[in-house]
């Protein structure tokens, strides 16, 4: 008990000292400049303990170096914050809160093997650091993308794990915890199952690497040069200068096309030349007119391929490649090849055809025929029989009247009905001669077309029925008679 007494006095005479410092510092103004100086010193000890990290790591090992960075901030931070309580008079109840946790009421210990929990979790996720760099980025299908987000795992990891193990030294029931994070991560999971998908397609991109920042893909219908690649998504500078953002997921889940994965990309411009030129010469002329050219490698070498038989021409494939591929490249090139073929083909006579289509005609014979039918029968008493008959009195009147204005006795005649079908009469269709031929010149015989028209009846003439038309016709004929 005489070492708890010991360090009580001790500490009793510190929380003096640092409200003494109060007294030195009796104005805000001053007391303010203070905790601001402590506050620079924090943020200069941790920029001198960066800059002089690398050369502590030359002359000692990496862990003493570590263990040596720690104590210093660790020192100064201590210092800092006793200063800044001391200047506000603010020891006496930080006292006070550390009497509750004395050692006497069994929580001392506890506190101390947390202290040291977090202080070697610290050091183990510093030099998990170097661990991941040592293993990950030696090889190359790692970036420092990938290095950087499996060191950030790594240390979630960690910390996660110190918590959990503070927790249970604290004696803390972690059963609710873990069934409400069980219900959390059930939740999110369903609200959020798209962007987890997205986040797991991050981490298979990562390490699967099918391109990395500054490559020319293409992503479904869509290329560019890929500007950034995150957990969530993939961003991409289209040529047209848009920025696409495409959601991990989709991107590993749909073709994805890398044109600068190689280095070098090849080519193809095709060109057709007629079908009476000598193909081995054209494709000799095309292969002279690549081998000059600035914007393509000489190798691999140049090649011009055979590759069908189109509708005007026989088709050639110009095929070369160039160095580091990007759209620029690949335009000037194709630009500098179609010129060069199109001047080289000038120059030796080598035609490119138009597109050509041929169209021919085979002779009919026979003339054409419509098909047969039989002639309708008339009806008796009704409107065929006064139909014939208005027929034969009305072209009697027509050649007495030839207006139609009036009947030969100088009455009106009606107008017709509208919803009446007016069919054609005799005089709208050619008439067979006796040799059955027509004379329209259509080579239609009588026995081939026989059919019988009717003219529209007037509506008085449509209502009386046959009756009406029989005492019609008679009274037409008898005033024909007396004109």
């Known amino acids: 008990m005489s070492g708890l007494a010991l360090a009580a006095q001790s500490s009793g005479g510190l929380v003096e000292a640092l409200n003494g410092l109060s007294q030195v510092f009796e104005t805000t103004t001053t007391r303010t400049v203070v905790t601001l100086a402590a506050f620079g010193v924090l943020l200069g000890i941790g920029w001198v303990t960066r800059r002089t990290q690398r050369w502590l790591r030359e002359r000692l090992s990496d862990f003493v170096s570590d263990v040596l960075t720690v104590v210093v901030v660790g020192s100064t931070f201590a210092c800092a914050f006793g200063v800044i309580l001391g200047v506000w008079r603010l020891a006496d109840d930080v006292q006070r809160a550390f009497a509750q946790v004395a050692p006497e009421n069994g929580t001392g210990p506890l506190l101390a093997v947390t202290v040291v929990i977090v202080f070697a979790t610290h050091l183990l996720s510093r030099a998990s650091r170097r661990v991941v760099d040592n293993l990950v980025g030696r090889r190359d299908a790692f970036g420092q993308h990938e290095v950087e987000v499996t060191y950030r795992v790594v240390q979630i990891t960690l910390w996660v794990t110190a918590i959990s193990v503070v927790l249970g030294v604290w004696r803390v029931d972690l059963t609710g915890v873990l069934v409400g994070a069980g219900f959390l991560g059930i939740?999110?999971?369903?609200?959020?199952?798209?962007?987890?998908?997205?986040?797991?397609?991050?981490?298979?991109?990562?390490f699967a690497r099918p391109f990395e920042i500054g490559d020319w893909v293409q992503i479904g219908d869509r290329e560019g040069i890929v500007t950034d690649i995150s957990i969530v998504n993939t961003r991409v500078q289209t040529f047209d200068g848009e920025y696409v953002m495409f959601p991990n997921d989709l991107v590993s889940g749909q073709e994805v096309v890398n044109r600068s994965r190689k280095g070098r990309l090849r080519i193809e411009v095709e060109v057709g030349v007629d079908y009476e030129t000598h193909v081995p010469t054209a494709t000799e002329l095309a292969g002279e007119a690549m081998d000059d050219l600035e914007e393509i490698l000489s190798v691999p070498t140049p090649q011009v391929v055979v590759k069908r038989f189109d509708d005007s021409a026989v088709v050639l494939g110009c095929r070369f490649?160039?160095?580091?591929?990007?759209?620029?490249?690949?335009w000037r090139a194709r630009t500098a090849v179609v010129e060069a073929v199109k001047a080289r083909f000038d120059e030796a006579g080598v035609k490119i055809p138009f597109p050509q289509r041929e169209l021919t005609g085979r002779e009919e014979s026979g003339g054409f025929r419509h098909a047969e039918t039989e002639a309708p029968e008339p009806v008796e008493g009704g409107r065929g029989d006064a139909d014939a008959d208005e027929?034969?009195?009305?072209?009697?009147?027509?050649?007495?009247?030839?207006?139609?204005?009036?009947?030969?006795?100088?009455?009106?005649?009606?107008?017709?009905?509208p919803d009446a079908v007016v069919e054609p009469s005799d005089e709208d269709v050619a008439t067979p001669d006796a040799a059955g031929e027509s004379r329209n010149g259509f080579g239609i015989g009588a026995d081939d077309y026989e059919s019988t028209f009717t003219k529209a009846q007037p509506p008085d003439a449509a209502d009386d029925g046959g009756g009406a038309d029989g005492e019609r016709d008679v009274d037409a004929r008898g005033d024909g008679g007396d004109s």
């Open 321 to 330: 490649w160039i160095d580091k591929p990007s759209a620029r490249r690949k």
């Open 187 to 206: 939740v999110v999971g369903m609200a959020a199952r798209q962007t987890l998908g997205a986040v797991l397609a991050g981490f298979v991109l990562m």
């Open 391 to 417: 027929d034969a009195n009305g072209r009697s009147d027509g050649d007495a009247n030839p207006d139609g204005d009036a009947n030969s006795d100088g009455a009106a005649r009606p107008d017709p009905d």
